[in-house]
Each structure stands twice: as C-alpha cells, then as structure tokens.
C-alpha cells in the first residue's frame, strides 16, 4: 500500500522556497515541449515498415500508433494520482515512463530485442505515451488551479500549444545535431528529453489557495499582460517551420534521394533556436520577483495577504469548489457525453492524417521518389500549427468570452476539420496536402486547447484533473476507431489492389489508399458538429 505521507515529507524538501505563478508556467512549457513526442510519430512510423527494420504491414503500424494515443488521452489515471499525490510526483514519474518506454522500442527497432512483435511495440509506445500523459495533466491541472479563470483560457493555450509544438521542436534539434535517422530519433528522446524534464520539474511550486484566483498579492498590475508570450508564440511558429523548409526543401536534393543538409545552416539554425529557447527563462522575471520565501513572517508588505484577507479569499475559493462535480457523477450528465463524443470524432479525424501522415505522403510519391524531406516538413507544419491552433484558440476564447462561448470554438473546428476532409475526398497533390494538414493540425489544436478550459467552466476546477482526463480519453478512443481499424483496412485492401504484380507488398500508391478514409472523416466531423450545437444550446446559461 502507497504511503501518502512518505510523499508528503519529501515533498516538503523542495519548498525551501516558492516560485511564482510565472516561473511555473515557464515550467510547464518546458515539460509540455519534452512531452509532446505523440505527433512525432510519423517520423519513426517509417522504421517500423521498414523490410530492414521490422516490417509491419499498415494495419500493424495503425496498431502501434493507436496504442501511444491510448496511452496520450487515457490521463484520467494520471489525474487521480495528481489529486492524491500532487503537481511533482505526477510529472516525474511520467518523465521517467517516457524514457523507459521510448528507450525499449528503441531497442525492438534496432534489432536488440529479436522478433519483437506488434504487441511487444505497442506496449512500449504506450508506455512512453502515456508517460507524456502524466506530466502534461499535471502541467495542465496546475496551470488551471494557478492563474484565476479571466485568463484559464491563456495559460492553458499557451501550456497545450507548446505540447503540440513538441513534435517539430525535437526534430529540428535532433536535426540540427545529427544525420537523419529514424532509429537513432528514438534513442535521442529516450536518454536527453526525460533528463531535462526532471530538471525543470525542481521549479514547480504549488500556490496557496488564497493566491489562485487574484493577482492582488503579487508585485504585478492586476491584469497582467500575456503580450510577451504571445509575441514569443509568433516567434517559434515563423522560425521553426521556416528553418525546417530551408533545411529539407532548399539544401536537399529530394528527386535523387539524398537528404543530408550542409551542416553550416543546420548549425546556424539550432543556435537561433536555442537563443529563442532561453527568452522562455527569462519571462518569468517581467513579472516581479521570482520567488516567493515559504516563511511569511519575514515578509513585510503585500506580498501575501493579513488574515482577514486570506480567510474571505479561501472562503470564495472554497465556495468555488463546492460548485464543483466529481468524476463519478460528471459521467451521468448529458452535457458530459455531447463533449466527449464531440471531441472523440472531431480528434479521431484529425489523428487520422497526423498517424498517417507518411504514409500518405509516400502514396502520392510513388515507388521511385525518395519522400523523406516532404515527411518531416509535413511533421513540422503538423506540429506548428497545432501550436498556433492551441495558443490562438486559448486567447481568443477569453477575449471573445462576452460575445462566443467556448462551445462555439468547437463548432468552428468541428467545421474546419470537415472541409478539409471534404477537400482531400475529392482528390489533392502535395501542394494541397500541405495545405490541408497545416488545417488539420490548427482544427486539432484548437480543439486540445478548447477542451481543458470547457470541463473547467462545466464542472469546476476542485476535481479538473480527473474530469479532463476523462474527457481527453475520447482521443484515443477515435485514434483505434477511425486512425486504426478503419484507416488500416482500407489501405490494406488498397495494396492489393494496386500492386498485383507482388512488388511493395507494404506500400499503397494512389489517390485511392486514403479517399475512402477521409470521405469517411468527413462524415464524422459533420455528425461532431451536430452535437457541439447542441452542446452550444445547453451551455448557453453558462456564459
């Protein structure tokens, strides 16, 4: 049996002293980038196809993919424990998960573990995805229970932006450190990115419940500006694509397969990104002092507040709590099961061409073209613009508050995500396909970021993680139905079609490996936005 109080004392270890609510959210970007390796799955998608490597058909590699996105959106177990356990315990040990798992199907990839099966593989992307899990509900919950709810939308789109960044951000600095290599990639994320989060993870802090939800007691104005962050968001999503497609599109000879860029620009590159990097540690000090001494007496000031104070802010806070809804009854409402079906359809279609995106890319390559360099930049596009997806989308649900509520938001992506499925039915070349992924993951974004600030403002924040999670399992659950069992089939039963001479028994060619599949997508985010509608029309009371 598990020990609470053996956590709680070495909890207590850490808080010599308290960071700011502005050095934790610099933190919880930095984990989110080191956690957001599940979009990063069509780069090492290809390994597992591979004759050379393990050589699994489409269905098999769906397979592998829908269980690091069940793994992804099953975080209602990680946000139990956050409930028990709390904000450091949760994150550290889904670091470590991470590795550990990324680490083994690194070694079934190489060959070290002999004839590793699908299921072997499946497990360890589990594993590692669900490790990602854990440390973005901790990051999340916190967020939410740190910054008062005028500005839930902001800090919770700029904590899920930079988890759908995570994916482009990786590969431009493995890139820019070393020669492409799928296997390689993995070792790279098993061994550093896990190192790094347990060192950023030492400056997470919990505020007082007297302090969550009111700016009054730190050296700030009373409504901050969240312009530094956005104008560092703009940054990030104009220099990491644009380094991406100068470094694959202009320095790699694509038509005759050689994909190895000068080192000179992918150096030069990674410096700037670095440089870009570091303004994330230095924002935080825009906002006052970053620490906060655990001993009140020696403070003299406003910093915390006097008794009196702190008693009515914890009694506001408490009421605030008492309005909230457990996961065992959130599950009994009607209003919880429109949101999940609509976040299960709208996210099943949108990991449908995020899981695939090689594969999609290769059938319109054809047998002879190397692809490579088209693949990562559609990874990338695919990573950036779920970050813009999910930063834009969190900002403009509070600016817009008085006049859109936050269902509207998932009736606009729900819409996007349609015509682009629509567009991609009715045929496409890889000049539209760049178009219509770069749609795909701003809808898919936008929907992530939507979805933790919606459970918030519908059951409240005292039992968020738990309620989120449940919500977030959706994603996985449209992951195995329509990225899985449904994309899988259809192009299986395409190879055959297309290649009866025998040759590439793995690989589908053709318009025709996808259509069927995203006339499908089509469908279902049409029925999504029919049950955000009426999402929209119960909630309406609410805002």
């Not at 790094?196 to 409504?223: A, E, Q």
């Not at 949108?350 to 054809?366: A, E, R």
């Not at 998932?410 to 749609?439: A, D, K, R």
């Amino acid at each position: 049996m598990i020990n609470i109080d053996f956590f709680k004392k070495l909890n207590v270890l850490f808080d010599w002293f308290q960071f700011s609510r502005w050095v934790n959210l610099a933190a919880f970007c930095f984990i989110s980038i080191f956690c957001g390796t599940g979009y990063a799955f069509g780069i090492i998608s290809g390994c597992l196809k591979d004759e050379a490597g393990l050589g699994f058909s489409q269905s098999q590699v769906n397979i592998v993919a829908s269980s690091g996105n069940l793994g992804l959106y099953l975080s209602v177990i990680g946000g139990l424990f956050y409930q028990r356990f709390g904000l450091r315990w949760t994150a550290s040990i889904g670091c470590l998960m991470n590795g550990f798992g990324m680490f083994f199907m690194y070694l079934c990839a190489n060959g070290t573990i002999p004839n590793a099966t699908v299921w072997l593989v499946s497990f360890f992307n589990f594993i590692s995805q669900h490790g990602c899990c854990w440390g973005t509900t901790a990051c999340i919950s916190a967020a939410v229970q740190s910054f008062p709810d005028s500005d839930r939308g902001k800090v919770v789109g700029l904590v899920k932006g930079f988890f759908g960044l995570g994916s482009c951000y990786q590969t431009a600095i493995y890139t820019g450190l070393f020669s492409p290599s799928e296997i390689d990639f993995m070792l790279f994320y098993a061994i550093l990115l896990p190192i790094l989060s347990i060192l950023v993870i030492v400056f997470f802090s919990v505020l007082p419940n007297s302090m969550r939800n009111t700016y009054k007691y730190d050296f700030i104005p009373l409504n901050p500006s969240f312009t530094p962050w956005a104008i560092l968001c703009v940054a990030f999503a104009f220099y990491l694509p644009l380094s991406v497609i100068i470094q694959n599109l202009v320095f790699c000879a694509d038509d005759i397969g050689d994909c190895s860029p000068s080192p000179l620009p992918r150096y030069l590159f990674l410096i700037g990104l670095l440089i870009l990097t570091s303004v994330i540690c230095f924002l935080p000090s825009l906002y006052g002092p970053m620490t906060i001494p655990i001993d009140r007496q020696l403070i003299t000031g406003e910093l915390f507040p006097s008794q009196q104070e702190q008693t009515e802010d914890e009694e506001k806070e408490e009421k605030s709590d008492n309005n909230s809804i457990p996961i065992t009854q959130t599950i009994k409402t009607f209003t919880f099961w429109l949101l999940f079906l609509s976040a299960t359809l709208i996210a099943g279609c949108g990991l449908v061409v995020i899981n695939n995106i090689t594969q999609i890319t290769q059938s319109l390559s054809g047998p002879n073209t190397s692809y490579l360099s088209k693949k990562t930049v559609m990874v990338s596009l695919i990573g950036v613009f779920n970050f813009v997806g999910r930063v834009l989308c969190g900002m403009l649900s509070d600016v817009l508050s008085p006049y859109f509520s936050r269902p509207c938001f998932i009736i606009f992506w729900g819409i996007v995500m349609c015509i682009t499925h629509i567009v991609l039915y009715f045929g496409y070349n890889i000049n539209t396909l760049y178009f219509c992924v770069s749609l795909i993951g701003l809808s898919t974004g936008g929907l992530f970021a939507t979805n933790p600030a919606l459970v918030a403002d519908l059951f409240g924040r005292k039992y968020f993680s738990s309620n989120f999670g449940a919500v977030d399992f959706g994603g996985a659950i449209g992951s195995i139905g329509l990225a899985t069992l449904v994309t899988g089939s259809i192009y299986d039963s395409q190879i055959s079609n297309n290649n009866s001479d025998g040759s590439d028994r793995n690989v589908c060619y053709g318009l025709n490996c996808f259509s069927e599949t995203f006339g499908i997508c089509s469908i279902c985010s049409g029925i999504a936005i029919f049950l955000s509608i009426i999402l929209w029309l119960r909630t309406r009371h609410i805002y």
